[in-house]
């Protein structure tokens, strides 16, 4: 390595182990709960024993799950333009398992599969307008390695 004043110390960037600085959070941010409420969810591990496109509903995909209980559960979730149903079939999922059963358009759903989601590149989201398909990535919640069905998720 060459440089023009070959006195000139090379300089090294500096490590920090300081916190990164917050992130704005979007203007849909919900407010702080406090502990005792975020107890009262059960989040728990359930495996996808089959996946088909709901029948009376164009987004739906009606999921069977392994909960860990000997009857399993039933849940309609809104992933249809992500997932092809056979994909899903073996995946450990993370569930709301104490959500109030619920009929979706002719099906009863109980719990929720939990997912992520975020726009797609170069998408721009302005307000609150709902996105759909083309415009944003739904990444359903799974486990890193497998546990039983009924797992507790903490």
Request: negative net charge; charged residues 20%.
């Amino acid at each position: 390595m060459t440089t023009s004043d070959s006195s000139a110390p090379l300089v090294t960037p500096a490590v920090t182990t300081e916190p990164a600085p917050a992130v704005a959070v979007a203007s849909t941010a919900l407010p702080n709960i406090g502990y005792d409420l975020f107890t009262k969810l059960d989040l728990r591990i359930a495996t996808i024993v089959s996946a088909e496109a709901h029948p009376n509903a164009d987004k739906l995909l009606k999921i069977k799950l392994d909960d860990g209980t000997p009857e399993g559960r039933q849940v309609c979730a809104g992933i249809k333009a992500w997932y092809d149903p056979s994909t899903l079939v073996g995946k450990q999922v993370v569930i709301v398992a104490n959500l109030e059963p619920r009929m979706l358009r002719g099906e009863v759903s109980q719990g929720m599969i939990l997912a992520a989601s975020d726009l797609r590149e170069g998408v721009a989201q302005i307000g609150d307008a709902k996105l759909g398909a083309e415009e944003r990535n739904v990444v359903v919640l799974t486990s890193m390695m497998p546990v039983k069905p009924g797992s507790k998720v903490s």
